[in-house]
């Protein structure tokens, strides 16, 4: 509280004034300017996220520093595209996007996949709802770390409850020179005889390695359109073994245009 006139009392009202002060410092601005610019890796995709980096806006104009002029001149075809969905998320604040040659600072490191298990946390939680109040906090610290000990969280191949990832018996098949002969058969597009565990395992193989190879190839078909039949093959070949996964955004867009 503050004394106003009269010695009356007068109440802080921060929703106001936070707001007013943000516009005197043109805090408005820097937030939203920093919003776009952070927002860009979703925009342009996994992969053109790699070769370029938003540098600045101004005045509705977003600069995107581009690695080489031959990928920029590319990008030039992309340009309404990424306005739009720079609408769909910022309307009105994204009216140009400028790009210009130079180098790229590489990209931070994706974070690491957080530990806790949802479900575990869940049921936790669930078993101590029926504890006393005062005894609530410890009944749901002893139920997840009773959870965790029994059920670990699901392996990302097979789905199984290990509390090592991949599980041991994943891990064993990643390490098989049979399991992955098989894997490099399903990215050819030819059956396996796997089933089970094993099968699982040599799927995952071949989506990882297709996957890789459209990552490594789509930088030098972007520049080089004699190199996109060869990335075509690879989608095809990642679509018809895993029909219901979508290609990367800036792979499908490429290919979109030579269609």
């Known amino acids: 509280m503050l004394g106003g006139r009269g010695g009356g009392a007068v109440p802080w009202r921060l929703k106001e004034l936070i707001p007013e002060a943000l516009k005197k410092a043109g805090g408005k601005e820097k937030l939203k300017r920093g919003l776009v610019l952070s927002a860009w890796k979703e925009v342009a995709g996994k992969e053109l996220a790699q070769l370029t980096e938003p540098v600045a806006l101004e005045a509705g104009t977003l600069t995107v520093r581009v690695a080489d002029a031959v990928v920029a001149h590319q990008l030039t075809y992309s340009r309404l595209a990424l306005l739009r969905r720079y609408g769909e998320r910022f309307p009105g604040v994204v009216k140009e996007i400028r790009f210009v040659v130079g180098p790229v600072e590489a990209p931070p490191p994706p974070p690491s996949a957080p530990s806790e298990n949802p479900e575990a946390a869940r049921k936790a939680l669930t078993l101590a709802q029926s504890a006393p109040p005062e005894l609530r906090e410890r009944v749901a610290r002893a139920a ?12 990302p191949i097979c789905g199984s409850p290990s509390e090592t990832h991949p599980c041991p018996t994943c891990q064993r098949l990643l390490e098989s020179p049979w ?23 040599a799927r995952h193989l071949a989506r990882q390695s297709l996957l890789s190879e459209m990552e490594a190839l789509y930088p030098q078909a972007l520049r080089d359109a004699s190199l996109r039949p060869l990335l075509r093959d690879l989608a ?14 800036a792979v499908r867009s490429l290919l979109a245009k030579e269609a």
């Open 179 to 201: 399991v992955r002969k098989e894997a490099e058969r399903l990215k050819r597009g030819r059956p396996s005889g796997l089933e089970g565990e094993a099968l699982l395992v």
């Open 236 to 249: 095809q070949r990642f679509g018809a073994l895993f029909p219901g996964e979508t290609l990367p955004e």
């Open 144 to 155: 997840l770390a009773l959870f965790r000990r029994t059920q670990g969280r699901p392996c």
